[in-house]
Each structure stands twice: as structure tokens, then as C-alpha cells.
């Protein structure tokens, strides 16, 4: 028996045996999704290239990518803290200390702790090298001022990777640390954002007032904060792919299997399902070039292209699907939720200056 087959045994089990009737009833169901995600860790398939004694089943990588594509057929329940698993446990596994791994890891991956990402900044956006807020050290603590922006999840979240300039006289990469803070830590407000739609996760501004985080938080090292998010950032942009993909199948999948629209919506509608499937043969091909230990440029195309392509797709759903000026519900939230995805893992404005620089060899500002 394969792992594979292992895992879907496991689906079997873990979810109700209508879930894919009712896949959409079930699709927010909180109690579902966190028990879940606790189960997934539970039985080792929630990063299954792990090693056993973290939580994995000890897969390689091309048999880890099955399952996760596996699940996105299924169109498995939601992770309720998604950046926890994706960018902050790897990071914890690369660069956090004994301790830290101990401490953190396994109610991350369970979902018991989430995690915000303290990235993006007021006037800085995802031009991290441009953030402005300062940690200082005195004594066994770091002592930070600022503000981060556009921050999912940090009203609900109990931690934060948070990136600070703590030295203010170094290159803009080498000048910024990552440290752990405690949300509920004196001196830390977080403020909702109001969103579009209640299908969206919250966004909120982070205002950061004297806050004392311990020196023993530092993830990595002190001014190496830059590798931190760098090596985060591949973290999250490896799961985007699988969830653009996903994202498409679900957007176009009521206008398969309704009514046939008009003609001159034909060659919109394939263009959107060849590009389906170029992203998830790109995706495949990346994690080709990983096991194989060469260098691509296709993860950050990948990226933009998949990102502008589940907008596209969403947006089509959502026209061809409205009847009398009227569109369902889910197509609408599907649409709503597509429109963050040139704007999380990085915006596509950067993506477009990263491939321009790094893979055209373009000079900066042509």
C-alpha cells in the first residue's frame, strides 16, 4: 500500500461521509476545520516530509506533493491559521533554537497557538528592506516601536514573527532581526481592518508602543532577519501554487457543470482551464528542480502568473454565473477572496520588479 492510499484511508475516516456532497455547507465549519488540522498532525499528514519525530511520516518530497495534491482534489477543510503551518513551522525548524522548537512547534502545527506574520508596513508595503519599526536593545530585551500593517489573523493570534530594524546603520537587508512576540505582551494593540466580505480573513493594524519582547526571542539571528523572511516567504509561495490551482478549479467548476455559456465566452473559458493546468505543471516542475538541487526561476513566475490567473478565473465565474443582474453567494466570496492573492506572498508589483532584476537582469528602475 502506497502513501497515498494511506492517506486517503485517513480522509476516509477524518471527514463525514458527505463532505463532498456538502462540501459547501462544510467548507466554514470552524469545529470541522480545527479538528482537522489537529487530526492531520495527529496521524503525521499535515507536513508528511517531515521526519517522524516532528510530526511527519518521513515522505520525499514527490510523495509529500501527492498528498497535498490529493487534498486539494478533495478540497480538504481550510486551515483556520493557514501562515502557521506554511511560513512559520519551517521557520521555526530552520532557524528556531532547541527551546524555541519545543516550546512552539507542536501547538502551531495543531493549530492551539496561531501565528501572525509582522511584515508589511505603513508607506513600506512588501518593500520589506523599507520597514521602519525599531527594536533596541537594553539589557535581556528588545524594545519596539512601530507599526505593521495589512496583518492577517492578528486580533485572533496568540504570537507574531515580527520584523524590526535593530540596526538602523546597516544596509537595509542586514539591519533587520526576526523576533517571537506575544500578542497579549504590554504595548501591542491590534486593530481590524474592515473587509468586504465576511468570507475574508481579518486584516488588522498592529500598533507596537514600548513593547518589550526577551533577547531569547530572537528567530535566527540578530540583524539576520532578512534570511528568516527570505526562506519564509519560499515557504508560503511553495503552498500558494497548490492553493491557486485549487482556487481555480473551484471557481470555474459551477460554470463546467451549469448551463453552457454563450459562445463568446468559449475561448475565455479555456484559456482559464489550460492556465489551471499550466500552474499545476509548473508547481510540479519546481518541486522537480528542488529534489534535483538546482536553482529555478520558476517559483517567483509562478507566483505572478498563478496569483493574476485565479483572479481571472474567479472574476469569469462570477459574470457567466450571474442570473438577472444577481450572482450566487459563493461565487461572489470566491471573487472576494481571489482579490488578496496578488497581495499575500508578496504583491505582484514586487514579483514583477523581482524577475525583472534577479532573472532578466534587468537594471533596477528600467
Known amino acids: ?134 527594536a533596541i536593545r537594553r539589557d535581556d530585551v528588545f524594545v519596539v516601536n512601530g507599526q505593521k500593517v495589512w496583518t492577517t489573523q492578528a486580533d485572533e493570534s496568540r504570537w507574531c514573527t515580527l520584523y524590526v530594524r535593530t540596526d538602523p546603520d546597516a544596509p537595509k537587508h542586514r539591519g533587520i532581526t526576526c523576533l517571537i512576540l506575544d500578542m497579549d505582551a504590554p504595548g501591542v494593540t491590534a486593530r481590524p481592518i474592515r473587509t468586504a466580505g465576511s468570507s475574508i480573513e481579518t486584516f488588522c493594524e498592529v500598533f507596537l508602543d514600548d513593547v518589550e519582547i526577551p533577547a531569547e526571542n530572537v528567530l535566527g539571528e540578530v540583524n539576520g532577519g532578512w534570511r528568516v523572511a527570505m526562506s519564509a516567504l519560499d515557504h508560503e509561495r511553495d503552498m500558494i501554487w497548490i492553493n491557486n490551482w485549487l482556487e481555480m478549479q473551484r471557481a470555474l467548476d459551477p460554470v463546467l457543470r451549469g448551463p453552457a455559456p454563450g459562445a463568446h465566452s468559449h475561448v475565455r473559458l479555456g484559456r482559464l482551464l489550460a492556465e489551471t493546468e499550466a500552474i499545476r505543471l509548473t508547481g510540479i516542475r519546481t518541486v522537480g528542480a528542488r529534489v534535483a538541487g538546482s536553482e529555478t526561476p520558476l517559483a517567483g513566475i509562478l507566483k505572478l502568473y498563478g496569483s493574476e490567473s485565479v483572479q481571472e478565473a474567479a472574476r469569469f465565474a462570477l459574470e457567466v454565473g450571474g442570473v438577472g443582474g444577481h450572482a450566487p453567494r459563493a461565487q461572489f466570496d470566491e471573487y472576494l477572496e481571489s482579490m488578496a492573492a496578488t497581495i499575500y506572498g508578496g504583491t505582484s508589483e514586487i514579483q514583477r520588479n523581482i524577475i525583472a532584476e534577479r532573472i532578466l537582469g534587468l537594471p533596477k528602475g528600467a
Open 1 to 134: 500500500m502506497t502513501s497515498l492510499d494511506d492517506y486517503r484511508m485517513f480522509l476516509a475516516d477524518a471527514l463525514p461521509s458527505d463532505y463532498d456532497e456538502r462540501y459547501a455547507d462544510y467548507r466554514d465549519d470552524v469545529e470541522l476545520r480545527a479538528h482537522f488540522q489537529a487530526a492531520c498532525f495527529d496521524e503525521g499528514w499535515l507536513v508528511p516530509e517531515w521526519p517522524r519525530e516532528r510530526g511527519g511520516r518521513d515522505l520525499a518530497l514527490t510523495e509529500a506533493l501527492s498528498v497535498r495534491i490529493e487534498g486539494a482534489v478533495r478540497r480538504v477543510p481550510r486551515q483556520m491559521n493557514i501562515q502557521a503551518t506554511g511560513v512559520v513551522a519551517p521557520a521555526l525548524v530552520q532557524f528556531g533554537t532547541a527551546a524555541q522548537q519545543e516550546k512552539y512547534l507542536r501547538p502551531t502545527l495543531r493549530g492551539e497557538a496561531w501565528w501572525a506574520l509582522g511584515m508589511s508596513e505603513p508607506g513600506a508595503g512588501s518593500d520589506l528592506a523599507s520597514l521602519r519599526t525599531t
